[in-house]
């Protein structure tokens, strides 16, 4: 297996943890307050439903939805970038620096740091940006269209 292959992948299970991650802070939170807006899940406690969702938890909830808008993308842009054998050394930076800049995004998020929150945000899409065109252009380049 070529060196990008395995970069790509540590980079995708790193990405798979965080978001497993971020399911735990969730039920810690949970758990820790016995705050549950399920009715089932809070009866196996003996409580009752809460109507809204602790802070933390919808705060996290946030962060969730944004990597389900965002790493899919890399999933796929990372992974087209691997299998047409774009440059290694700056996929492999793009692929780092994607992962590294949703991992902070989601610390700053949890913390609520503006503005690094979305300076990581922004890191993140240009690093998605380099994946796209450097997918587009071993396309065109592979076969003779021009971007």
């Given amino acids: 297996m070529n060196e990008l292959l395995h970069i790509y992948a540590l980079c995708v299970l790193v990405l798979c943890l965080?978001?497993?991650?971020?399911s735990c802070y969730q039920g810690f939170f949970r758990l820790?307050?016995?705050a549950f807006t399920n009715?089932?899940?809070a009866a196996v406690f003996k409580r009752a439903a809460r109507s809204v969702e602790l802070p933390q938890v919808s705060r996290a909830a946030r962060a969730w939805a944004n990597d389900l808008e965002n790493i899919p993308l890399f999933f796929v842009l990372g992974g087209l970038c691997v299998a047409l054998?774009?440059?290694g050394a700056t996929t492999a930076w793009?692929?780092?620096g994607f992962t590294?800049?949703?991992m902070a995004?989601?610390?700053?998020y949890l913390a609520g740091w503006q503005p690094w929150r979305t300076l990581a945000y922004g890191l993140g899409v240009a690093c998605l940006f380099g994946l796209g065109v450097m997918a587009g252009s071993s396309v065109a380049v592979n076969y003779d269209l021009s971007l």
Avoid: V
């Fill in 18 to 22: 965080k978001m497993f991650g971020i």
């Fill in 32 to 34: 820790r307050g016995l």
């Fill in 39 to 41: 009715r089932e899940d």
């Fill in 85 to 87: 054998g774009t440059a």
């Fill in 94 to 96: 793009l692929c780092g």
């Fill in 100 to 102: 590294l800049a949703r």
């Fill in 105 to 108: 995004h989601t610390l700053m």
